[in-house]
């Protein structure tokens, strides 16, 4: 075969390229803003300056929000690696045929169903039961619930892939059912885990509408304190807000790569 590339391979590299830098560049031109001295988020940019940073660490209430989006997505992650993994385990392992696809849609449909309607529909579900939407139950919820299906989607990719006899040796050998697990299904599933907690996560973040419509009272994230101060502000802190949410979702693919490692993430 013949390993130089032709005008075609050039052309498709070339768009290719052009895609991902087109898709990118929403996401520098808010860096690049964030970095604008100037009074107002426009271009050109009217110099160099970290003046809106300060200003974004000195305002309470965007660290308050922070804080809260980021507990928010640390407690929807950890519970969906527990809730979300048992799932993936049921539905490939013990699920009849006729109950698997049936399973497998509903535990999807979060993903389907848009989710201004889920936030309402659990509105009215926390009110019928008189929880309202106080104490941050409903918020925590509602984010568990949105994010549920990108853990049980890839650790059910992952325990498809496995071999099982894996863990018949292990019970061949003594294992008992939970060391089986520990010891040889759970490594096995871990890329899957990894991935779909991630993915949780940073969607729980970012969450709108969910935290919209159920969060308690003086209790912002970070995605409703900035449409609340791009009400009535137009400077670039903003920008800088955006920044900061970049920056925490990029710090989590970094501590992926640190402490497992992004190839363990292949399939």
Known sequence: MNGRKTVWDH?????????YLFLMSPILLVVILSFNAGEFLSLPIEGMSLRWFVALFHNTRFLDA?????????????VNGVIGTLAAIYVVRFAGPRLANPLRL??????LVPEILTAIALLFYFFELGVGNNYGLAIQVGH???TFPYVFLNVSSALFNFDRSQEEAARSLGAGGWMTFRRV??????????????????????IFNISLLLKS?????????LFDYLRFNFDPTAAAIATVSIGVTFVAVVIVDRTVGLRSLRF
């Open 66 to 78: 922070t804080l809260h989006s980021l507990l928010l997505a640390a407690v929807a992650a950890v």
């Open 144 to 146: 568990i619930i949105v």
């Open 185 to 206: 299904t759970l490594p096995a599933v871990k890329p899957g885990l990894i991935t779909g907690c991630l993915f949780a996560f940073v969607i729980s973040f970012d």
């Open 11 to 19: 052309l498709f590299t070339l768009l290719v390229t052009a895609i």
């Open 217 to 225: 009272v003086g209790m912002n994230t970070l995605p409703l304190e």
């Open 106 to 111: 509903l535990m999807s449909a979060p993903l």
